[in-house]
Protein backbone atom coordinates (compact mmCIF):
# COMPACT_ATOMS: atom_id res chain seq x y z
CA UNK A 1 0.00 0.00 0.00
CA UNK A 2 3.06 2.25 0.73
CA UNK A 3 3.90 1.65 -2.94
CA UNK A 4 0.42 2.93 -3.96
CA UNK A 5 0.60 5.89 -2.40
CA UNK A 6 4.11 7.46 -3.26
CA UNK A 7 2.80 6.51 -6.88
CA UNK A 8 -0.85 8.62 -6.53
CA UNK A 9 1.00 11.37 -4.50
CA UNK A 10 3.72 11.23 -7.68
CA UNK A 11 1.08 11.74 -10.27
CA UNK A 12 -1.17 14.59 -8.28
CA UNK A 13 2.68 16.21 -7.96
CA UNK A 14 2.65 16.22 -12.01
CA UNK A 15 -0.57 16.96 -12.67
CA UNK A 16 -0.10 20.17 -10.95
CA UNK A 17 3.38 21.03 -12.35
CA UNK A 18 1.58 20.46 -16.05
CA UNK A 19 -1.21 22.82 -14.88
CA UNK A 20 0.78 25.49 -13.74
CA UNK A 21 2.86 25.50 -16.51
CA UNK A 22 0.37 25.13 -18.71
CA UNK A 23 -1.52 28.12 -16.92
CA UNK A 24 1.32 30.20 -16.96
CA UNK A 25 1.39 29.98 -21.41
CA UNK A 26 -1.82 31.43 -21.29
CA UNK A 27 -1.78 35.43 -22.10
CA UNK A 28 -4.11 37.33 -20.15
CA UNK A 29 -3.99 40.74 -22.54
CA UNK A 30 -6.54 41.26 -25.58
CA UNK A 31 -5.90 43.96 -28.27
CA UNK A 32 -8.91 45.45 -29.49
CA UNK A 33 -8.64 47.73 -32.78
CA UNK A 34 -9.48 51.16 -32.72
CA UNK A 35 -8.45 52.46 -35.84
CA UNK A 36 -6.71 51.07 -39.15
CA UNK A 37 -4.66 53.39 -41.71
CA UNK A 38 -3.48 52.47 -44.76
CA UNK A 39 -0.34 53.63 -46.61
CA UNK A 40 -0.82 52.15 -50.11
CA UNK A 41 2.52 53.56 -51.25
CA UNK A 42 4.59 51.72 -48.89
CA UNK A 43 2.46 48.74 -48.35
CA UNK A 44 2.56 49.27 -44.39
CA UNK A 45 -0.20 50.19 -42.14
CA UNK A 46 -0.35 51.98 -39.23
CA UNK A 47 -3.40 50.70 -36.20
CA UNK A 48 -4.65 52.25 -33.22
CA UNK A 49 -5.50 49.59 -30.32
CA UNK A 50 -6.63 49.43 -26.70
CA UNK A 51 -4.29 46.66 -25.30
CA UNK A 52 -6.23 45.36 -21.63
CA UNK A 53 -3.88 42.82 -19.51
CA UNK A 54 -6.25 42.30 -16.89
CA UNK A 55 -7.89 43.56 -13.79
CA UNK A 56 -4.68 44.85 -12.30
CA UNK A 57 -3.21 46.75 -15.13
CA UNK A 58 -4.82 49.78 -16.54
CA UNK A 59 -6.03 49.70 -20.47
CA UNK A 60 -3.44 51.43 -22.36
CA UNK A 61 -4.01 52.86 -25.60
CA UNK A 62 -1.08 51.06 -28.08
CA UNK A 63 0.19 52.15 -31.82
CA UNK A 64 2.18 49.65 -34.33
CA UNK A 65 3.07 49.14 -37.80
CA UNK A 66 2.49 46.44 -39.83
CA UNK A 67 2.57 45.54 -43.21
CA UNK A 68 -0.55 46.00 -44.72
CA UNK A 69 -1.44 41.83 -45.14
CA UNK A 70 -0.54 41.15 -41.39
CA UNK A 71 -2.80 40.77 -38.42
CA UNK A 72 -2.48 43.02 -35.13
CA UNK A 73 -0.63 40.54 -33.20
CA UNK A 74 -1.51 39.99 -29.38
CA UNK A 75 1.77 41.59 -28.49
CA UNK A 76 2.53 45.68 -27.32
CA UNK A 77 2.89 48.61 -29.62
CA UNK A 78 5.76 47.98 -31.73
CA UNK A 79 6.08 51.88 -32.09
CA UNK A 80 3.81 53.78 -29.08
CA UNK A 81 2.41 53.03 -25.89
CA UNK A 82 0.38 55.05 -23.46
CA UNK A 83 -2.38 55.58 -20.84
CA UNK A 84 -5.20 57.72 -19.97
CA UNK A 85 -5.55 60.01 -23.12
CA UNK A 86 -8.70 59.94 -24.33
CA UNK A 87 -7.99 59.35 -27.53
CA UNK A 88 -4.76 58.70 -30.48
CA UNK A 89 -4.63 59.74 -33.80
CA UNK A 90 -2.66 58.97 -36.43
CA UNK A 91 -2.33 60.05 -40.08
CA UNK A 92 0.20 59.37 -42.95
CA UNK A 93 2.39 62.30 -43.47
CA UNK A 94 3.84 60.65 -46.68
CA UNK A 95 5.08 56.97 -47.51
CA UNK A 96 8.14 57.42 -44.68
CA UNK A 97 6.47 59.85 -42.47
CA UNK A 98 3.41 58.61 -39.26
CA UNK A 99 2.35 61.40 -37.41
CA UNK A 100 0.54 60.86 -34.11
CA UNK A 101 -1.38 62.61 -32.45
CA UNK A 102 -2.58 61.96 -28.42
CA UNK A 103 -5.81 63.93 -27.48
CA UNK A 104 -6.08 65.11 -23.64
CA UNK A 105 -3.63 64.40 -20.86
CA UNK A 106 -1.61 60.94 -20.49
CA UNK A 107 1.73 58.92 -19.61
CA UNK A 108 3.79 57.92 -22.84
CA UNK A 109 5.85 54.40 -22.10
CA UNK A 110 6.69 54.23 -25.55
CA UNK A 111 7.79 56.44 -28.16
CA UNK A 112 9.35 55.12 -31.15
CA UNK A 113 11.43 57.74 -33.58
CA UNK A 114 10.99 55.55 -36.49
CA UNK A 115 10.81 51.97 -37.78
CA UNK A 116 11.98 50.20 -40.69
CA UNK A 117 12.73 53.73 -42.72
CA UNK A 118 9.43 54.93 -41.48
CA UNK A 119 9.76 58.57 -39.57
CA UNK A 120 7.43 58.75 -36.04
CA UNK A 121 6.45 62.39 -35.27
CA UNK A 122 4.26 63.34 -31.86
CA UNK A 123 1.85 65.61 -31.48
CA UNK A 124 -0.24 66.87 -28.38
CA UNK A 125 -3.39 68.47 -28.48
CA UNK A 126 -5.09 69.08 -24.85
Known amino acids: MGGFGRSLK???SLLLILIL?????YDLCENTVILEEKNQENG????VFDRNCGATTSLSRQV???KEEKELP???????TSSHYSDVQIRWVDSTHLE???IGTGKDFLMEESLQGIKISYALNE
Open 74 to 80: NDAGNIF
Open 100 to 102: ITR
Open 10 to 12: MKQ
Open 64 to 66: SIL
Open 21 to 25: LLGGC
Open 44 to 47: MKAV
